[in-house]
């Protein structure tokens, strides 16, 4: 398994702002994964971070609105971008150490008003 | 389209008891699948999980069984213990191009009554 931290752990942001989220491993890791988890939902994969090459987005979710960076083996960025309040939810950001399990942060728990 | 459904949003066991948490999936093409468990303002943790060649995997008080032909899985805890309360989602793995990624269930929130 990887111990995981996010930054900040909540936040409360206008409209129109952006945020952005930190993921710190305590190895080093290939693949590493945001999620976005809306009330009542389940979690929903954003995009795959990988290292030296640009991120792999899932169907309706784009770079200009969840720029993603990822400049070494155990750190990730992810910014949610020009906020509306349908951006308010759980960011979770994992990482895979084997092919199969994930291992997730605490999270990152956004209200946007 | 929900790949991965949990149909019961919620359950509750008086503690000692069995906890039976079902899942149910569509994509044949799934071949791993993992069960995890989220506390309130926490990320989900892994549990336990089960390849697709096998119908059973055990460890300690869990117990995951698939039922391929039926593309059904259930985790099983027993003797079910008040900290075991949590949200649990069900995750399948499979391939989509040359990425492996994890579809998840809703969750089923577990309450375990001392």
């Known amino acids: 398994s990887a111990v995981i931290s996010q930054k900040p752990s909540r936040d409360i942001c206008q409209r129109g702002t952006s945020l952005t989220i930190q993921c710190q491993v305590d190895?080093?890791?290939?693949?590493m994964f945001w999620y976005r988890q809306q009330p009542g939902q389940s979690l929903t994969l954003i995009a795959t971070?990988?290292?030296?090459?640009?991120?792999?987005?899932e169907s309706g979710f784009v770079i200009d609105k969840f720029p993603i960076s990822r400049p070494n083996l155990t750190f990730s960025t992810l910014t949610v971008s020009n906020m509306s309040p349908e951006d308010s939810s759980i960011y979770l950001c994992s990482v895979a150490t084997g092919p199969y399990e994930q291992y997730f942060g605490p999270g990152t728990r956004l209200t946007v008003t | 389209d929900q790949q991965v459904k949990q149909n019961s949003p919620s359950l509750s066991v008086q503690e000692g008891r069995i906890s039976i948490l079902n899942c149910d999936y569509t994509n044949s093409m799934f071949d791993y699948f993992l069960w995890y468990k989220k506390y309130p303002a926490e990320g989900p943790t892994f549990l336990i999980s089960?390849?697709?060649i096998k119908d059973k995997n055990e460890d300690g008080r869990f117990t995951v069984f698939l039922n391929k032909s039926a593309k059904h899985l259930s985790l099983h805890i027993v003797p079910s213990q008040p900290g075991d309360s949590a949200v649990y989602f069900c995750?399948?793995?499979?391939?989509?191009?040359?990425?492996?990624?994890?579809?998840w269930g809703l969750g089923t929130s577990l309450a375990v009554n001392p």
């Open positions: 971070a990988n290292q030296g090459s640009e991120a792999t987005y």
């Open positions: 190895s080093q890791v290939t693949m």
């Open positions: 089960i390849s697709s």
């Open positions: 995750a399948a793995s499979g391939m989509t191009g040359n990425n492996r990624k994890l579809i």
